[in-house]
């Protein structure tokens, strides 16, 4: 059997890749990390784990159920929580749901924000402790 011990990173198609370094990087402060332009690829680094945005021709479609529910989740710091929301408001981009959850797997406020592409993107004061039923 396969044990992973965890992720090593995961890929975001975009149709852009300046435009969406720009974002993630300036909007979502990801740290710039190396740049693969024959592969149509940036990585970038969200604490200790990687994100590679990549180049993508085609946009994956998705339901309206599907809108919110296929996303991509980054953490800060509950006490950065309401700075992190400001900041990304004073960048031009809409949140467009919040939400403060007391049960589930990832408890605690979130906030949803779509990124040049429409990809969804949450930001959660998640601290790594469930409240399961």
Known sequence: MIKPKGV????IGVSDLERSL???TDVLGLQYVHRAPAAG?????AGNDHVILCQAETHVPRTPA??????HA?????????????HIRSKGVDIF???DRAKGVFVGRQCYV???????IEITE?????VLD
């Open 22 to 24: 720009r974002f993630y």
């Open 8 to 11: 090593a990173h995961f890929s």
């Open 97 to 99: 749901e919040e939400e």
């Open 66 to 71: 599907e809108l919110r529910r296929i996303h």
């Open 41 to 45: 690829m940036v990585f970038l680094k």
């Open 114 to 120: 779509r990124d040049p592409d429409g990809n969804v």
């Open 126 to 130: 998640w601290n790594g402790v469930s």
């Open 74 to 86: 980054f953490q800060v710091d509950a006490a950065q929580y309401d700075a992190a929301k400001a």
